[in-house]
């Protein structure tokens, strides 16, 4: 099927025929459709639009609002999305693996990757829940709940990827090349925009560990292996409020991937909740995923190993502001405040939990 380029290019035809591929839309067809763009500077890899649909003699329950994701349209963000195939990843994510997973996310109904990675999803519209706040930073009882349902999808797949051939690996080999060009060339640019940040010793880490940070992704592939979020942070968390009385949903899935699941732990405590919180709920928070996870049936992984790999984690973290400070257009002011937040939380977690002598795993 032909996508549209732009969402103003979302016709009642072409809504009715995806819709009716994805099986959302089993009789009638859509009357007209009306598109609002949302969430700008939210997505820094991807736009949001919503559309408002009406129908002729279609079921109750076919969808009167609709989330359009489709691709950035600033050129160095899109240069890395296609890169690192983020919009392929969420694609198979939504098509072969969201239905086993125990974690709610929307409904997908209708997704497409073309060869050339435009891509289209129409996923439910989960506006009316309460959203998190990357800039603000999830609260205490946020990330402990959102860390225990991530245990349970975790354990879900713990052991079991093995099968599952559309995963990219967390080393793949053109990740691996990508991230260290990438990294590279933005460590400067965000040493220079974010000065007050950054003191000569994190300078120099910084720049270690974009030297050296795929070693990292390499460890990990000898470490207990399950499907990474990749982005579980907190703009892509929705809590109460959700249809059918859920209280947490999961979107965007782009960075998904084969790799040891304590990372999406370690990115969403270091980056996605308030230093002052994070030092709170830490350990707690640790301690309740590796319950969870044993209560669901994981095996042989120690509390130490999790707390170790932790702090790994932690400093290898730091790849994603470096990227997002120094790589990205943050030309809309939500985008460089989450570079911002970014940055400042990573860089006192790796200082708090002295993640730094980490480095010498890599070297």
């Not at 819709?19 to 500077?41: D, F, H, M, N």
């Not at 051939?165 to 040493?191: E, G």
């Not at 990227?323 to 405040?337: F, I, K, N």
């Given at each position: 099927?032909?996508?549209?380029?732009?969402?103003?290019?979302?016709?009642?035809?072409?809504?009715?025929?995806?819709?009716?591929?994805?099986?959302?839309?089993?009789?009638?067809?859509?009357?007209?459709?009306?598109?609002?763009?949302?969430?700008?500077?939210?997505?820094?890899?991807?736009?949001?639009?919503?559309?408002?649909?009406?129908?002729?003699?279609?079921?109750?329950?076919?969808?009167?609002?609709?989330?359009?994701?489709?691709?950035?349209?600033?050129?160095?963000?899109?240069?890395?999305?296609?890169?690192?195939?983020?919009?392929?990843?969420?694609c198979d994510f939504y098509s072969r693996a969201a239905a086993d997973s125990p974690l709610r996310t929307a409904r997908c109904y209708f997704q497409q990757c073309n060869e050339n990675l435009d891509f289209v999803l129409l996923l439910e519209d989960l506006g009316a829940a309460r959203p998190g706040d990357?800039?603000?930073?999830?609260?205490?009882?946020?990330?402990?709940?959102?860390?225990?349902?991530?245990?349970?999808?975790?354990?879900?797949?713990?052991?079991?990827?093995?099968?599952?051939?559309?995963?990219?690996?967390?080393?793949?080999?053109?990740?691996?090349?990508?991230?260290?060009?990438?990294?590279?060339?933005?460590?400067?640019?965000?040493?220079?925009?974010?000065?007050?940040?950054?003191?000569?010793?994190?300078?120099?880490?910084?720049?270690?560990?974009?030297?050296?940070?795929?070693?990292?992704?390499?460890?990990?592939?000898?470490?207990?292996?399950?499907?990474?979020?990749?982005?579980?942070?907190?703009?892509?968390?929705?809590?109460?409020?959700?249809?059918?009385?859920?209280?947490?949903?999961?979107?965007?899935?782009?960075?998904?991937?084969?790799?040891?699941?304590?990372?999406?732990?370690?990115?969403?405590?270091?980056?996605?909740?308030?230093?002052?919180?994070?030092?709170?709920?830490?350990?707690?928070?640790?301690?309740?995923?590796?319950?969870?996870?044993?209560?669901?049936?994981?095996?042989?992984?120690?509390?130490?190993?999790?707390?170790?790999?932790?702090?790994?984690?932690?400093?290898?973290?730091?790849?994603?502001?470096?990227?997002?400070?120094?790589?990205?257009?943050?030309?809309?002011?939500?985008?460089?405040?989450?570079?911002?937040?970014?940055?400042?939380?990573?860089?006192?977690?790796?200082?708090?939990?002295?993640?730094?002598?980490?480095?010498?795993?890599?070297?």
């Open positions: 099927m032909e996508l549209p380029k732009e969402v103003e290019d979302v016709t009642a035809d072409w809504l009715t025929a995806a819709l009716r591929e994805g099986g959302a839309l089993p009789q009638g067809e859509v009357k007209s459709v009306t598109a609002e763009r949302i969430a700008v500077g939210v997505g820094l890899m991807g736009r949001l639009a919503r559309l408002s649909v009406e129908y002729d003699d279609a079921a109750d329950d076919a969808p009167a609002s609709i989330i359009f994701k489709y691709p950035i349209d600033a050129p160095m963000n899109r240069q890395i999305a296609d890169a690192y195939r983020f919009y392929k990843r969420e990357q800039i603000a930073g999830n609260g205490p009882e946020d990330a402990e709940h959102a860390i225990a349902q991530l245990a349970k999808h975790h354990a879900r797949f713990w052991g079991k990827t093995g099968d599952m051939d559309y995963l990219i690996n967390a080393d793949d080999p053109v990740v691996l090349q990508v991230l260290k060009q990438s990294t590279t060339m933005a460590c400067p640019v965000m040493l220079e925009a974010y000065p007050e940040l950054m003191t000569p010793e994190l300078s120099d880490l910084a720049r270690s560990v974009c030297e050296y940070g795929n070693v990292s992704l390499q460890r990990v592939m000898d470490m207990p292996l399950t499907l990474v979020h990749g982005d579980f942070r907190a703009d892509n968390l929705f809590f109460e409020g959700l249809p059918g009385g859920d209280d947490l949903a999961v979107i965007d899935w782009q960075i998904c991937h084969r790799g040891h699941g304590p990372f999406d732990v370690a990115y969403h405590l270091t980056q996605s909740i308030t230093p002052e919180t994070r030092r709170a709920i830490e350990r707690p928070t640790l301690e309740l995923y590796h319950r969870t996870l044993v209560d669901n049936g994981v095996e042989g992984y120690s509390f130490d190993d999790l707390w170790e790999y932790y702090r790994e984690a932690a400093l290898y973290g730091l790849v994603y502001p470096i990227t997002v400070c120094g790589a990205l257009d943050m030309s809309e002011p939500r985008a460089r405040g989450l570079g911002q937040v970014f940055l400042e939380r990573s860089l006192s977690a790796i200082t708090d939990l002295n993640a730094a002598e980490k480095l010498g795993l890599w070297t």
